[in-house]
């Protein structure tokens, strides 16, 4: 199967869950995890409709965001791998959001690159990220925990060069459904808990979801999924 043959499939899939939960499917965005993808691959995507990569390499996502740009297709492009503070200035300038941001001093660090990007003529406002979750609890994931996440939101909303667009999740890796279906459930409630509690009306994105679970995060309320084998295929060395 093509690139273009499987964004299809995969489109497919989101819409039928999607319908199954009553929703539309316009609702979630296709996000593609470019992770370890030579560039024709994401060609090849964003020739086929796609719009959105994430990305977890900073080198990568500097490259690919060139390449594309410089073959005339105009996408978005963010970070779903933890970046290293040393990156964190180049992520900034090639990315449109950033999405694993778990701590205060992260969000520190942004919001004083920001600063300086605003002086530099870079940018005019605060920098979107969303809040990584740690919704399975499972202390080989990153995310802040369920509990510490008002606090964290409200410390970022104190810097004030920092958005928080939503949530951001990696579901509980288990072949048991019911406990995937829990994590997709806390944080689409976390979400809601945070935009009431903290007055962030605009901050309803939820990125959950890849490619074995992702019909299920789609119908707990999923506006993001980020699928890399689905359409790519097995990465190199899996
Ligand atoms: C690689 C990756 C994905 C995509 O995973 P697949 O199972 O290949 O669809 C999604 N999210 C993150 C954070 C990733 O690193």
Redesign the pocket.
Known sequence: MSITQNIQTVRERIAVAAHSAGRAPEAVTLML?A?HQPLDNLLEAAHAGATTF?H?LVQQLQSSTRGLLEAGLTTTNTV??PVQSNKLRAAMDSADRIDTVDSVKTATRIARRQEARIADGLATGPYPVLIQVNSSGADTQNGCAPGGLLELAGQIMDLGLVRIDGLMT?GANTSDESQIRKSFALTRALGQEMREYLDLPGATELSMG???DLAIAVEEGSTIV?????VFGA?PGR
């Open positions: 995890a992770k994430g977890n779903i791998g990696i890849m490619t074995g980020r699928v890399g084998t689905a990465r």
